[in-house]
């Protein structure tokens, strides 16, 4: 099930990288990113996932200033651990650390009883996006290649 | 100053270790020893040891949730607050935790 060298390929496959999402709001983003975990196949259960989600956001701010949000999902609905990121054109309203609007996402699924290698990924890049240039790349990199890169933290010292 | 603490968040994914990142950064910063033990989803890690805890002037506990293993901090100088001012302001809270360790110490 999981090897050695679970790597960002196994959690952020490209199609899970959208750069010019269509949504206008909090809700539409996070319906458009089940969308998106849906039709790569990694949930059993879209509404738990979105239920769970929502949870999540009424425990506290998920936008981390600068214009980012880390939505996540810890969900009995998730059948695969994964990550998508989307950017939308204009900034939406989104409960931040910094009070500001978010346009850019980085969503985390993961499945409850997860506690394995993806997890530890996932960790890796909510610490990448600590460092402003992995920021920067997430809001102005039109390349989901360059984008997925910059995410697993490769230039971290940890 | 020497810290050491534990960053435990509520879904134990993203902000439990962003919480650290930004303190050892604020730690880094200032000079400060700092290690800081994490309890996320995928358990506890970067745990601390026994003299780490021993060294330490102050334990900071950055935690949404309630924690394991708190006896161990039993006696020291403790600083509670949740992962999101930690992420927000690292070095704002280390700051104000120097100042009342020194006002501590003047008494």
């Not at chain 1, 999540?56 to 949000?69: D, F, L, Q, S, Y």
């Not at chain 2, 992962?83 to 100042?99: F, Y």
């Amino acid at each position: 099930m999981i090897d050695a060298q679970t790597s960002i390929e196994d959690v952020l496959p490209l199609e899970l990288i959208d750069v010019s999402m269509k949504a206008t709001s909090r809700e539409e983003v996070l319906e458009a990113f089940a969308g998106m975990f849906e039709q790569a196949g990694c949930l059993s259960d879209r509404a738990q996932f979105l239920k769970d989600a929502w949870w999540r956001e009424g425990e506290g701010p998920t936008g981390i200033g600068g214009g980012i949000a880390i939505p996540h999902s810890k969900s009995e609905g998730v059948s695969k651990t994964s990550l998508a990121v989307a950017r939308i054109p204009e900034a939406v309203e989104w409960p931040s650390l910094d009070d500001g609007p978010c346009r850019a996402f980085v969503m985390f699924a993961v499945r409850s009883d997860d506690q394995n290698q993806e997890v530890h990924l996932l960790s890796k890049v909510a610490v990448a996006l600590c460092h402003k240039e992995v920021v920067e790349t997430l809001l102005t990199s039109d390349d989901p290649k360059t984008i997925r890169c910059a995410l697993s933290g490769e230039e971290s010292n940890e | 100053m020497k810290v050491v603490g534990v960053c435990a968040c509520t879904a134990g994914i993203a902000h439990t270790y962003m919480a650290r990142e930004h303190i050892l950064e604020a730690a880094k910063e200032r000079g400060d020893s700092c290690f800081i033990e994490t309890q996320g989803t995928i358990g506890p890690e970067y745990v601390l040891t026994d003299e780490q805890i021993a060294d330490a002037d102050v334990v900071l506990l950055a935690v949404d949730v309630a924690i394991s293993g708190e006896e161990r901090f039993a006696g020291k100088p403790t600083v509670r607050v949740g992962t999101a001012k930690v992420i927000k302001d690292s070095r704002g809270i280390l700051d104000k935790i120097q100042e009342l360790l020194d006002k501590k110490n003047a008494q």
